[in-house]
């Protein structure tokens, strides 16, 4: 009979005497959704996991908080529908009963010339209809005959240029004021940033080839809404999208998974067929490591071990300020800007790139606050790529308190004074959006390839899958059940 070798120090299992092996062990490094989702994959393989993560709590930009008596979400409080990745997450996790859609009344769009509707038949404020009534009164008669030329327009060689920018697509295809009326203010407030700056290919992957192969614009984002399933673009949790954290962590814990806050990773290296981790919290032996911190740290950590990934840092991603309010204002029943307002850059009296009316979203929300009590959720970036875009971030939080009561109160049409605020809250989210400028779809792919040639380690997470909790849970569910599967624990 043979015997096997004894147990590596990595902590491969050793098997002697018949006895059951050890399972394979793995340290996910990183607390946001893009590790906790990985920990619950691998630990659903079999594999036991360390998770730790830097700051004092989990979940990154998915957490809640209370305002004004009110549990409410500090971070996201939707995802996109456009494939099911996340709802079958909640579902899994128990809450699949709780998504809930937003009012179907949607958002408006303020512009230097007052506010109205924003149109509901485009993708990132990209219209597939240009007859729409509420794109020409955005753009104006000429501007939407401009506008229609796309449909007849060659496409010559700009689909055919190795980086191209979101930008540049809509100016060249559908002029200047589709770009700065209705594109860039979807755009900034999705992203922060100026369209100018944008990849096309990183915030919307297949739109390149999909003008292509339909031959306009126009007909490309038609052909993308109606492919999207029926119904909301976008769906949450009643109570808060943070409710898809706590769940996470309740699910880890039946797992076994140890979690470690405030736990930041100093070191990671190859040790013998495995990983040594370096932490706050200790030094942890493992025989993967997925790593789903943020890009700077990521690469900085496995550098020393894949020297290939120095220099591939992603540039640092935008920064925003959310100021929530929670005010006593029947007036604001009426809902005057239906469920919250996108700004246009040009606006020069305004400084809020978004407010959200959160109780005229979401339903449940308007059921616990009650008649005539409202939260207001106004949101101050740095618009990467703007000119003299000013980094409100910075500003301290009475400073912000102040700005988002003028604006709410010149955006939403209603005056809101200090008598009329029940709570108030600022949160800060520094570099948490990904950057998704011109070439870091190119530095994505170069760390692909170093990692690719590496055993027992992959990366995952926003800087890597993009924005949104659509593209962050799929690319960790993926990239952890792959792992997972590379770990052959001994039979």
């Given at each position: ?14 098997r002697q005497?018949g006895r ?7 340290v996910?490094?990183g607390?946001g ?25 989990f979940?990154?930009?998915v ?10 979400d ?7 529908t ?8 909640v ?7 709780e998504?809930?859609q ?12 007052g506010?109205q ?6 993708v ?5 209809d ?11 008669r ?14 010559g ?13 809509v100016?060249t295809?559908?002029?200047?004021a ?26 919307m992957?297949g ?8 031959g306009?614009l ?7 809404r ?9 769906a ?14 309740a699910?880890l ?11 930041a ?18 030094t942890?032996s493992?025989?993967?490591v ?21 220099g ?39 400084k809020?790139?978004?407010?959200t009316?959160?109780?005229a979203k ?6 616990e606050?009650?008649p005539?009590s ?8 740095r ?12 500003w301290n939080d ?12 010149s955006l ?24 998704a400028?011109v070439?870091?779809?190119d530095r994505v792919?170069?760390v692909r ?5 590496q055993?027992g380690?992959d ?20 990239r ?12």
């Amino acid at each position: 009979m043979q015997h096997p070798a004894p147990q590596h120090a990595s902590g491969r299992p050793e098997r002697q005497g018949g006895r059951k092996p050890k399972p394979s062990t793995a340290v996910v490094i990183g607390g946001g959704i893009a590790g906790l989702v990985s920990a619950r994959e691998l630990a659903l393989a079999g594999v036991e996991v360390t998770v730790l993560e830097r700051s004092p709590r989990f979940g990154g930009c998915v957490t809640r908080h209370e305002v004004g008596g009110l549990t409410l979400d500090a971070g996201a409080e939707s995802f996109a529908t456009r494939s099911s990745v996340v709802s079958d997450l909640v579902a899994e996790l128990g809450l699949g009963a709780e998504l809930v859609q937003p009012n179907p009344a949607g958002a408006w769009i303020q512009l230097p010339d007052g506010a109205q509707r924003l149109p509901k038949t485009g993708v990132l404020g990209i219209p597939a209809d240009l007859s729409d009534p509420d794109v020409v009164r955005a753009i104006g008669r000429r501007a939407a005959l401009r506008a229609s030329g796309d449909k007849v327009m060659p496409l010559g060689s700009l689909l055919r240029r190795e980086q191209l920018s979101l930008g540049e697509l809509v100016r060249t295809r559908m002029g200047d004021a589709v770009l700065q009326k209705l594109v860039a203010p979807v755009v900034g407030g999705v992203y922060s940033a100026d369209p100018d700056v944008l990849e096309v290919d990183s915030v919307m992957p297949g739109l390149r080839a999909s003008v292509a192969s339909h031959g306009s614009l126009t007909a490309a984002v038609r052909a993308i809404r109606k492919a999207a399933p029926a119904g909301s673009n976008v769906a949450g949790i009643a109570g808060g999208m943070g409710r898809l954290t706590e769940a996470l962590l309740a699910d880890l814990k039946t797992r076994h998974v140890s979690l470690h806050a405030g736990a930041a990773a100093t070191a990671v290296t190859k040790h013998d067929d495995g990983w040594l981790v370096e932490s706050a919290a200790g030094t942890f032996s493992a025989d993967a490591v997925m790593m789903a911190a943020d890009g700077g740290a990521a690469v900085r950590l496995l550098a020393g071990t894949v020297p290939g990934l120095t220099g591939l840092e992603p540039e640092a991603g935008p920064s925003v300020a959310l100021v929530t309010l929670v005010v006593d204002l029947p007036e604001l029943d009426a809902m005057p800007r239906g469920t919250g307002l996108l700004v246009a850059p040009s606006v020069q009296n305004v400084k809020a790139k978004a407010l959200t009316h959160a109780t005229a979203k979401w339903p449940w929300l308007a059921d616990e606050a009650g008649p005539g009590s409202h939260v207001l959720r106004l949101s101050f970036g740095r618009a990467v790529g703007q000119q003299g875009a000013e980094d409100f971030t910075g500003w301290n939080d009475d400073e912000l308190y102040r700005q988002a009561l003028a604006d709410a109160s010149s955006l939403m049409g209603v005056g809101i004074g200090d008598d009329d605020v029940v709570g108030w809250k600022v949160v800060r989210w520094i570099g948490a959006l990904p950057s998704a400028t011109v070439g870091h779809r190119d530095r994505v792919a170069a760390v692909r390839r170093e990692l690719a040639a590496q055993t027992g380690v992959d990366v995952t997470g926003a800087w890597l899958a993009g924005t949104g909790l659509v593209a962050v849970v799929g690319d960790a569910r993926r990239r952890a059940r792959e792992l997972a599967a590379r770990l052959q624990p001994a039979a």
